[in-house]
Structures are given as structure tokens and as C-alpha cells.
């Protein structure tokens, strides 16, 4: 069910759909709407995906939809992260399309800056940088300087350095926004049977289909961490999901037949495998440690992965990933 949408034969021009799903975030919902409402831009579009909450987050949103017309609310059941995305995408009117987590706030001039930026070349991609917001003390912390590149803050219409970009930069779709044509065309959506960490095949899916993209070279996404039952604190075997996501990946990159991109993909492989041995549990770590192994080995042979870690800056992956071992070595 959706409420409080103005019918698309009488609705101006939407320059931007700002998609939201929410689910049990009612202590953190205000601050994030209020963030986002900070701007006073009339083309854009705010779509509030409900995904079956039980607390008030529901009755938060409809508070805000009744006192602006820019706020939109879809009430669906709940169906995880990925299927609420696709819903907001699904009645998106905006040239451009972004994400906000529903516990996460923005700088009042992120989507001013990052919109403008992309309009002025047409630009595919356009992003900027972040900071992680600690929920314990209220600190803030900017992550790594990925998006003061030259080539980006110029912006760039080079294939390379587009497809570059799934490695130089953080997972976070939420930090870009991407033209609507483009996810479309080339039928890019979330994965619903992924339940967490659907923001991976959807970013590299994204960026290596775009053809352009440009940098707002300022931290203006804060990324709240320390709240309860967020994915990033998880050390089990949910963790295990990454094989079903390069799974999909795999299926999307190796028709395409461009060594690139599967030299690309087996970095971000290599990175998320790390990541996930950083964090599980010890008693599943050499389980993992060897599956991950497995499928790095799938599509490449060993000595070209070991070259790709030294060329793009994976080296902290060589220890496990030699450890796990094979009879080819």
C-alpha cells in the first residue's frame, strides 16, 4: 500500500528519488528525515519503504508525509532490505536515483551537490565521501580520501577508470546517486533472496555498466555504527553469503568475456573474503578460510590472483589466501 503520492500525470519534473527503506529504526527515523527534509529543493522525491515494521517508524513517517509533499511512504511486508529497495525503484520518478539507510543522516548539501555535479555532464555515477558516526560517544570519523581524485573531481567518461571504482572506493551505495536510464537499461536491481549485504552485487553490477562519473570531494554521508543487529557487526555464519553474492556476480562478469572486470571482480572477492575472515568466528574460520580459497581458484588461476593483490594493493590478503593452499601451488 502507498499513501500520500501525487498522481504521475499532474506531478512536476522529479530531478532526484531518494529511496529509504525503514524497518524498526524509530529511534534514529526523525533525525534522518529532518536531514533530508534540510533541503529545500521542490524536484525531488523522498520514498519511504516500510518493510513491515512493529515499532512506530510507520506512524513517524506518515507524521512527516502529512507536513511535506516531498515525503512519500510504501508500506509493504517484510521482505529484507533488497526487496524494499526494489520497491522504492519500482515507483521512482527521478532522472537520478539515491539511497539513504533509515538509521543513517545526511549533510543538508549532499544531494545539491552531488545532483548538480551529475547534471552538469550527464554523468552517470556522482558520489562523494563519508564518515562513519559512532553511536556511543556522537563522534565522527571521515573515512579514506577516495574521492579526491582529480580524474573524478573533473570527472571522468574513461570506461577504466569508471570500472576502477568498485576497487577504489568503499562498498556504501548510499554515498552515490546514479542515473535512472542506466539502472534501467541495463535492468539493474537488488538481489531479493540476498538478505544482507545485497549493496555489494548492486554497487559492482552499477559501476561496471556506467560509463561516466564525477566526485563532490567532501564527507557529507554519516554512517551510523554500534546499533544493534546491523549487518556489519555480524561474525557467523551469516558471513557465508558472500559465496551465493559472487555467485550472481560471477554469472553477470563472465559472459561479458573483458579480463578487466574479472580481474576487477577477483579484487573485490579478495577484499570481502578478507573482510569476512577479519570478523567470523574462530571455529569457522578455516572452513571459510578454504571455501573462499576454492572459489577465488574458480576463474583464475593463482598466479595471476597473486599478481592482481601486488598490482591493486590486496597484499594483506596474501596470508590466508596462500595458507588455504591447493595442489597447484
Not at 561479458?256 to 570478523?279: C, E, P, S, W
Amino acid at each position: 500500500m502507498e499513501t500520500n503520492r501525487r498522481q504521475k500525470d499532474s506531478a512536476p519534473q522529479i530531478r532526484l528519488s531518494v529511496i529509504i527503506p525503514v524497518y524498526n529504526v524509530e529511534k534514529y527515523l526523525r533525525r534522518c528525515i529532518e536531514s533530508l527534509l534540510e533541503w529545500k529543493e521542490s524536484e525531488v522525491e523522498y520514498l519511504f519503504v516500510d518493510d513491515g515494521s512493529t515499532d512506530h517508524s510507520a506512524d513517524i513517517l506518515f507524521d512527516y508525509a502529512g507536513r511535506d509533499t516531498r515525503v512519500h511512504v510504501i508500506q509493504k511486508p517484510n521482505g529484507g532490505c533488497a526487496s524494499a529497495r526494489n520497491a522504492g525503484l519500482s515507483q521512482a520518478r527521478g532522472s537520478y536515483i539515491g539511497f539513504v539507510d533509515g538509521d543513517d543522516f545526511v549533510d543538508s548539501s549532499m544531494f545539491d551537490k552531488l545532483l548538480n555535479r551529475a547534471e552538469s555532464g550527464n554523468y552517470d555515477l556522482a558520489f562523494c565521501g563519508y564518515q562513519e558516526y559512532y553511536e556511543a560517544d556522537g563522534m565522527c570519523k571521515p573515512v579514506d580520501d577516495d574521492c579526491k581524485e582529480e580524474s573524478y573531481v573533473s570527472g571522468t567518461y574513461r570506461e577504466e577508470e569508471v570500472q576502477n571504482l568498485v576497487i577504489r572506493t568503499k562498498v556504501a551505495i548510499w554515498r552515490f546517486i546514479y542515473k535512472r536510464e542506466m539502472l534501467e537499461y541495463n535492468h539493474i536491481r537488488f538481489h531479493e533472496d540476498i538478505k544482507r549485504f545485497d549493496d555489494l552485487p548492486f554497487r559492482v553490477e552499477s559501476i561496471f555498466m556506467a560509463q561516466s562519473a564525477v566526485s563532490v570531494p567532501e564527507c557529507l554521508y554519516y554512517y551510523r555504527l554500534g546499533r544493534a543487529g546491523q549487518d556489519v557487526e555480524c561474525t557467523d555464519e551469516r558471513l557465508y553469503v558472500h559465496f551465493k553474492i559472487f555467485e550472481y556476480l560471477d554469472r553477470f562478469v563472465l559472459p561479458m568475456k573483458n579480463r578487466r572486470l574479472m580481474d576487477y571482480l577477483q579484487i573485490v572477492k579478495l577484499n570481502t573474503h578478507g573482510f569476512a575472515l577479519n570478523h567470523i568466528d574462530k571455529k569457522l574460520y578455516r572452513d571459510y578460510r578454504m571455501r573462499a580459497r576454492k572459489q577465488l581458484d574458480e576463474n583464475m588461476s593463482w598466479k595471476r590472483t597473486l599478481c592482481l593483490m601486488i598490482l591493486y594493493g590486496g597484499r594483506r590478503n596474501m596470508g590466508w589466501y596462500l595458507r588455504s593452499g591447493s595442489k597447484r601451488i
